[in-house]
């Protein structure tokens, strides 16, 4: 397993984010996508120096970000970006809003594919436009996007639609076939596609990201994609993502975002992100071990002591997606499950009516704390 030292629990609940601050110090949290691993040494050096500077006005107009970006992308997925293509935005939530307020009309029908991240479907909302579910399929092996139902959507009018790659909370990896036929569906029906890639750095062995804009011309010309170094590097709190075009024709709306974007992202962010991308490679690869590692453990331990619980491992990220139904724990088992063995879990229902009876569990920590996690819910079953 990976080379980290990952924290006792007494030095995490000194962190003062939302994981930590959410709940009671009784509560085991495993519910928002923080991870519990000790920042990339890259990353913690460079913030110090900035600190030390007092380095913290404004984001600068350079191009650090973006050739960090276009080169991560290249050395990682061989994927060529312009970073000329490369725009700074605060986060990937205000990148795919700021978007769709561009592409969008008040009343225009937006699709996702549930069960999938919840502010989804609040950006949508927030732009006043409609939400339009193509859920996933869920076959008895895998889920996949469901491209029958997309094309019904499409086809129903739809502007644009709001694509999860890797998708959060299945840790779906899509593939390569399934994105090139919804490229040509965005073509065929003219519907812009905003590939959330955010989870991409954390796609775990056996599996191969994607990117959305590689995939075909059509993808080009319809799509938009948001990268981000808040998940792989664990720098939520610090503000700094991107919008990625390949086309001129997605290029013309992304030209069109308020020049006070970059005035809105975090300087300190943009100094992390850019360290994350151009040396955080070895850190990454230490998580990816302990993120394999916790998702096979996570499998036995459910086996072992919770049987009747289906769980399948994710092909990316730290999140798993767990079937509670038939401990006939109801329709929301993270209320159960906080009561009874204080665990906090997000309940499944949130990210669509496909959860209903599912908890999500962020396995972005120790084997310990996992272990100890799953403990306490057979020991409260
Ligand atoms: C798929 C997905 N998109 C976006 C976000 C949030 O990103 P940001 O904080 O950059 O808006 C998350 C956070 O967990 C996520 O899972």
């Given at each position: 397993m990976g080379n980290l030292s990952i924290p006792p629990l007494a030095e995490l609940r000194?962190?003062?984010?939302a994981k930590w601050r959410t709940f009671p110090d009784d509560v085991l949290p495993l519910p928002?996508?923080?991870?519990?691993?000790?920042?990339?040494e890259p990353v913690a050096k460079a913030l110090h120096e900035a600190v030390d500077r007092s380095d913290t006005g404004y984001a600068a107009p350079t191009r650090d970000l973006a050739e960090a970006v276009s080169n991560y992308a290249r050395r990682t997925w061989d994927w060529r970006i312009d970073a000329a293509d490369v725009h700074t935005v605060a986060d990937v939530g205000i990148g795919v809003v700021e978007v769709l307020r561009r592409i969008v009309s008040a009343g225009d029908r937006v699709v996702i594919s549930p069960p999938v991240y919840e502010p989804f479907s609040w950006w949508v909302r927030e732009v006043g436009a409609h939400v339009v579910e193509a859920p996933l399929a869920d076959g008895p092996l895998e889920w996949r996007l469901d491209l029958d139902a997309l094309e019904r959507a499409f086809a129903?009018?739809?502007?644009?639609y709001v694509l999860c790659n890797p998708h959060n909370p299945i840790g779906l990896v899509h593939r390569r076939e399934d994105l090139v036929a919804v490229a040509k569906l965005a073509e065929k029906y003219g519907v812009y596609v905003l590939s959330d890639e955010i989870h991409a750095p954390l796609v775990l062995p056996g599996a191969e990201f994607v990117p959305f804009l590689s995939v075909s011309d059509e993808a080009r010309r319809w799509g938009f994609a948001f990268l981000s170094a808040s998940k792989g590097w664990n720098l939520a709190g610090l503000k700094a993502a991107t919008v990625v075009t390949a086309d001129p024709a997605p290029k013309r709306y992304v030209d069109r975002l308020s020049p006070h974007s970059l005035y809105r992202t975090g300087h300190l962010g943009v100094i992390a992100t850019v360290a994350a991308f151009n040396d955080g490679d070895q850190w990454l690869a230490n998580v990816l071990d302990v993120l394999d590692h916790n998702r096979g453990l996570l499998d036995d331990l459910l086996v072992k002591l919770l049987p009747g619980v289906h769980y399948r491992q994710p092909q990316s990220g730290f999140l798993a997606w767990i079937d509670f139904r038939e401990l006939g724990?109801?329709?929301?088992p993270t209320e159960h499950i906080l009561t009874t063995a204080r665990v906090a879990l997000n309940a499944g229902h949130r990210y669509g009516s496909a959860g209903i009876g599912f908890a999500r569990l962020n396995f972005g920590c120790s084997p310990q704390t996992l272990t100890e996690a799953i403990t306490r819910i057979a020991a409260a079953s």
């Open positions: 000194k962190r003062r984010s928002v996508a923080e991870m519990d691993f000790p920042l990339a129903d009018h739809a502007t644009a724990w109801g329709d929301d």
